[in-house]
C-alpha cells in the first residue's frame, strides 16, 4: 500500500485482498439523481465518502477494483454513484467494519449522512453509509474535483 495509505486506481493492485472494510472517496461533477422505494431522492454532488464492507473471495481488493471499474452494472446503490464519479480514492481496513468507520466520521462533526439509509438499509446501527462533509461556513476544508478536501487527507 502507498506511504500515505490512499489507493487510487494505479494503485488497486496493492489494496489488501483480505476481508476487512474500506472508505471510498469519491466526486461527483455533474450531479446525479438517485431515488429508490423506501429512501428519501436527492441529487447528489461533490464530495462524499461511502464505507462498504469486503468480506467475500478476494476480499478488500477484489471489491475496490468493481468500485473502481467503469460502466458496471448497477447493483449495490453506490454503483450508481462510482459509474458517474470523476474522481475515485479509498482507504483500506482490513479486518475492520463498516460501521466503526462511519461511527469515528459522525463522531468527528466533520461529516454528516448525505442520504438517509443509502447503503445501509439492512443496517439498525447507521443513519446511512454515505457521508458527506459538513458544510464550513469559510469553505476552507473543501478541495476541488482534482484535489480531494483537506479534511479526507
Known amino acids: 500500500?502507498?506511504?500515505?495509505?490512499?489507493?487510487?486506481?494505479?494503485?488497486?493492485?496493492?489494496?489488501?485482498?483480505?476481508?476487512?472494510?474500506?472508505?471510498?472517496?469519491?466526486?461527483?461533477?455533474?450531479?446525479?439523481?438517485?431515488?429508490?422505494?423506501?429512501?428519501?431522492?436527492?441529487?447528489?454532488?461533490?464530495?462524499?465518502?461511502?464505507?462498504?464492507?469486503?468480506?467475500?473471495?478476494?476480499?478488500?481488493?477484489?471489491?475496490?477494483?468493481?468500485?473502481?471499474?467503469?460502466?458496471?452494472?448497477?447493483?449495490?446503490?453506490?454503483?450508481?454513484?462510482?459509474?458517474a464519479a470523476d474522481r475515485l480514492l479509498a482507504l483500506a481496513y482490513p479486518q475492520g467494519a463498516e460501521c466503526d468507520i462511519v461511527d469515528r466520521l459522525l463522531r468527528s462533526s466533520l461529516f454528516q449522512p448525505a442520504l438517509r439509509r443509502f447503503g445501509s438499509s439492512d443496517c439498525k446501527r447507521c443513519p446511512a453509509h454515505l457521508l458527506k462533509p459538513v458544510p464550513d461556513m469559510l469553505g476552507t476544508r473543501y478541495g476541488s474535483a482534482a484535489e480531494p478536501p483537506e479534511l479526507f487527507r
Open 1 to 83: 500500500m502507498p506511504a500515505d495509505g490512499t489507493i487510487d486506481k494505479g494503485t488497486l493492485g496493492e489494496a489488501a485482498a483480505a476481508p476487512g472494510a474500506y472508505a471510498l472517496i469519491l466526486h461527483l461533477a455533474v450531479p446525479v439523481r438517485f431515488s429508490r422505494t423506501g429512501m428519501a431522492s436527492a441529487s447528489l454532488s461533490g464530495w462524499y465518502v461511502y464505507a462498504g464492507s469486503a468480506r467475500g473471495s478476494g476480499g478488500i481488493r477484489a471489491r475496490l477494483q468493481r468500485h473502481f471499474r467503469p460502466g458496471k452494472t448497477v447493483h449495490w446503490h453506490v454503483d450508481e454513484l462510482t459509474n
